[in-house]
């Protein structure tokens, strides 16, 4: 009796490896042959280079693949996953023992052939049997509402169920041979396999019918592993294969980094039919594990809006497969004198509705959240540059909101004259011809046009002088920084915002930026550098606790009151700030902070962002109610943003509401400058 464990069975001689070719040549054939395909249609998207930083696409594979990072964000369905992860490679180093095995006798990879590994194998071999056993409870009893009932994710779990359970019926059939025949099992048996078999020398049966009952289920095993194999690529199973690939393959570059479109040297703008797309857009497509994560997280989707993150990204997909004939084809041979040509049809119409494209806030929880790193927001903007720029199609209030920007450089359509007249009694320097600071104080239009966010920049001020911080503001001469532009899709308008500005940062020698707006921040930090700017910019929350932290600044009043603080989109998403806010809370006598259920990376959106604050929200409950009912649910006595478009949604939120006996909405840096507000008058004593 040879040797027992997984890596090794004999199979019935010659006709029995030609029965084993003949099955993996279909699994390898199938499986090879969808992914080929899939492989085409994405090479003929754009050229992108995702092949930069080598060791930190590595670092990721070990962080989020290995490590499975994202996943155990939800920690039951995360363990669930990550198990029958981790399971699917150590038992494929013993299923591949096994075939290799099967025609080269004796075969096995290194340490394979330990007590150590095998039991390894049986301990995976069980969780990922429990582990699916408990996906399978999850998906039909429990019914999580981001989960879609399907009859492939039922059959897939169950084919896993199967792979694995026949593998150890196998084995332990094998075992219940060896003991039933009177012989010892090797040292290398594991003990799980050693039960098992021990459980199957108490049956009624003689030991070659044991081995013929191993034998049988051996080769439904093989059969299923190699079935599984052929039905991957049909199924959204396919992200065994491409989600390793995508997490390597992932945006590097900061989140809120839009690509800079070319506007001298293009024909076409944005993304108006599939194929326009980058490559790296449309394998994307492939990945998706329709988990429904990005779905749960869309502040649109949870308000009832016509846009679902993870439908968008299946509607692409199934557009683009049907247009697999189109792109894989040669065209038609052209008339004489005529290059040859397709007509592809558009996405918008065919693929996505338009209230999905104009519905999104680009506040990226859907990226945030999406396990394999798939990119939502990008996709969308797109086609609404192209939509803008080739089409002239948009909301029709965004036409006023144009106009305004290219009349008046800022979206109230205020006179430009007049951004400076909020600080005209707070002696604040404004740049000149032969005036320098080393700091200048980005203001924003909503600061500086806005009646309730002037009271914020205000306060910006106060606190600057208070710490003797040498700065100015560019005054008139500071337009928009282009971002409600750029998010809605006007690239052009962007870009002639952001030279002008440009423009006048060399004219004045600015290289350091104050800013409060994250979403200016934002535009400033990570998209001026493409168009030619060389500044450093920090946003007032870092900045001030700073201050805070070297002593220029001592918060002395005390604020008592609860305070429930709101991460804005693009300064915490966007940027990674969420530390330097609730420092400067905590450094405040007397506030007590409060949390919301959805706090930093899963922070709720406000509605204002990707232009969202210059439209109307006629679709479903308004977003920046659902967000005030988030932070009433802990009661506070105010709810603290730093963002002067949250300040904004937030405040209308709680007028709707009439909660304003009830909380007041505050900005971080009005708190602050109450509670430094004391320190002259204590100087002075």
Same mark, same amino acid.
Request: aromatic share 10%; with cysteine; net charge neutral.
């Given at each position: ?50 092949? &930069? ?113 026949? &593998?150890?019926?196998?084995? @332990? ?110 394998? &994307? ?66 693929? +996505? ?125 500071? @337009? ?104 400067? +809370? ?46 009433? =649910? ?5 709810? =603290? ?45």
């Amino acid at each position: 009796m040879e040797e027992l464990h997984p890596a090794r069975q004999s199979i019935a001689g010659i006709p029995g490896q030609v029965f084993l070719l003949l099955i993996m040549a279909c699994g390898f054939g199938i499986f090879i042959y969808k992914a080929l395909e899939a492989y085409r249609l994405c090479a003929k998207g754009q050229k992108e280079n995702r092949l &930069d930083a080598i060791t930190e696409r590595v670092k990721s594979l070990v962080i989020y693949v290995l490590a499975q990072l994202r996943v155990f964000h939800e920690p039951f369905a995360g363990f669930i996953h990550a198990f029958i992860f981790w399971g699917f490679l150590v038992l494929s180093i013993g299923y591949g023992n096994a075939i290799i095995s099967a025609f080269w006798k004796g075969f096995h990879f290194p340490f394979t052939n330990t007590f150590a590994f095998l039991t390894i194998h049986n301990f995976f071999s069980l969780m990922v049997i429990v582990s699916v056993l408990l996906a399978l409870f999850r998906r039909l009893v429990l019914r999580p509402k981001r989960l879609e009932y399907t009859p492939e994710a039922v059959i897939i779990l169950c084919m896993i169920l199967c792979i694995v359970s026949f &593998d150890f019926v196998s084995e @332990a059939f094998k075992a219940g041979a060896v003991i039933k025949s009177g012989q010892a099992l090797q040292a290398s048996v594991p003990l799980v396999t050693s039960f098992l078999g021990e459980q199957c020398a108490k049956m009624e049966m003689a030991p070659q019918a044991m081995i013929s009952v191993s034998s049988l289920f051996w080769w439904l095993h093989m059969l299923l592993i190699f079935s599984f194999m052929a039905f991957l690529p049909f199924s959204k199973h396919f992200h065994i294969v491409t989600a390793a690939i995508n997490v390597f393959l992932r945006n590097l570059k900061p989140p809120g980094q839009l690509s800079t479109l070319d506007l001298e040297n293009s024909e076409t703008y944005g993304v108006t039919a599939v194929k326009e797309y980058s490559w790296k857009s449309l394998f &994307d497509l492939f990945v998706c594990t329709e988990c429904g994560r990005c779905s749960e997280s869309c502040p649109a989707y949870s308000t009832e809006k016509p846009l679902s993150p993870k439908k968008v990204i299946q509607d692409l997909k199934y557009h683009l497969k049907g247009q697999a004939k189109l792109l894989l084809e040669p065209p038609p041979p052209a008339r004489e004198g005529e290059a040859p040509s397709r007509e592809f049809p558009p996405i918008v119409g065919t693929a +996505l509705k338009e209230d999905e494209i104009w519905s999104c806030t680009t506040c990226a929880a859907c990226m945030q959240s999406c396990p394999v790193f798939i990119e939502h927001v990008p996709k969308l903007v797109e086609v609404r540059r192209s939509l803008v720029l080739m089409e002239s199609k948009f909301p029709q209030e965004v036409v006023l909101t144009f106009k305004n920007m290219e009349n008046n450089f800022n979206p109230y359509g205020i006179g430009f004259g007049s951004r400076a007249e909020w600080c005209a009694d707070l002696g604040v320097k404004i740049l000149g011809e032969g005036q320098k600071a080393e700091y200048l104080f980005w203001v924003g239009c909503v600061g500086s046009f806005d009646d309730r966010n002037r009271k914020v920049s205000t306060a910006i001020v106060k606190l600057l002088k208070e710490a003797g911080v040498d700065f100015a503001i560019l005054g008139a001469e500071e @337009a928009c920084c282009g971002d409600p532009a750029r998010r809605i899709g006007n690239e052009y308008l962007y870009q002639t915002l952001a030279q002008q500005n440009i423009e006048q940062f060399k004219n004045h020698g600015v290289k350091k930026i104050i800013t409060h707006c994250p979403h200016c921040f934002n535009v400033l930090r990570h998209e001026y550098g493409h168009l030619g700017a060389g500044i450093d910019v920090v946003h007032t929350t870092a900045f001030i606790g700073e201050l805070v932290e070297k002593g220029k600044l001592v918060p002395r009043e005390a604020f008592s009151k609860s305070v429930c603080y709101h991460d804005s989109c693009y300064l915490g998403r966007y940027n990674g700030v969420y530390d330097a806010p609730r420092g400067l +809370l905590s450094a405040v006598p007397g506030a007590k902070t409060l949390e919301m259920g959805k706090k930093r990376e899963d922070s709720f959106c406000c509605g204002a962002g990707g232009g969202r604050m210059w439209m109307e929200e006629t679709l479903g409950k308004r977003i920046n109610k659902a967000r005030v009912e988030q932070a009433m =649910a802990k009661s506070p006595e105010v709810i =603290a943003s730093n963002c002067p478009y949250c300040l904004t949604m937030l405040t209308d939120g709680v007028k709707d509401m009439n909660l304003e006996e009830k909380v007041k909405v505050m900005d971080l840096m009005e708190i602050m400058a109450h509670s430094c507000g004391e320190q002259k008058s204590q100087a002075g004593e």
